[in-house]
């Protein structure tokens, strides 16, 4: 089981998870979050007076998936739906998950996504 976690900005969610419900992967959680790489934050302008942002809002999707070859499935999906080709496009987390139990049927690991 794979554990995908992806930061993009927040106009291409509705692209990525149009892309991931046709790509067969059934459930993700979204959380809107706020961040920075290289990009530092930016500087605009409002009323007159300019002041630094130094945390831009991004949105994080984050998904567990039964084999290697859905992860592919996903992350493919993923890049080529959250791409502008601009700086913050965001990235792609992957990793192992060792364990995973659904809490209301005791269901563990494939059975329980």
């Known amino acids: 089981m794979k554990k995908i976690e992806a930061i993009i900005k927040p106009f291409k969610l509705e692209d990525v998870k149009d892309a991931l419900v046709e790509a067969g992967i059934e459930g993700m959680t979204v959380s809107e979050v706020k961040g920075y790489g290289r990009q530092q934050g930016h500087s605009e302008l409002y009323r007159g ?48 998950i060792t364990k995973t139990i659904r809490i209301r049927t005791d269901e563990e690991d494939g059975e329980a996504l």
């Open 49 to 96: 007076a300019e002041y630094v942002v130094e945390f831009i809002p991004k949105v994080k999707i984050e998904m567990v998936v039964s084999t290697d070859e859905y992860a592919n499935i996903a992350i493919k999906a993923i890049q080529e739906n959250a791409k502008t080709g601009k700086i913050g496009d965001g990235k792609i987390f992957v990793s192992d």
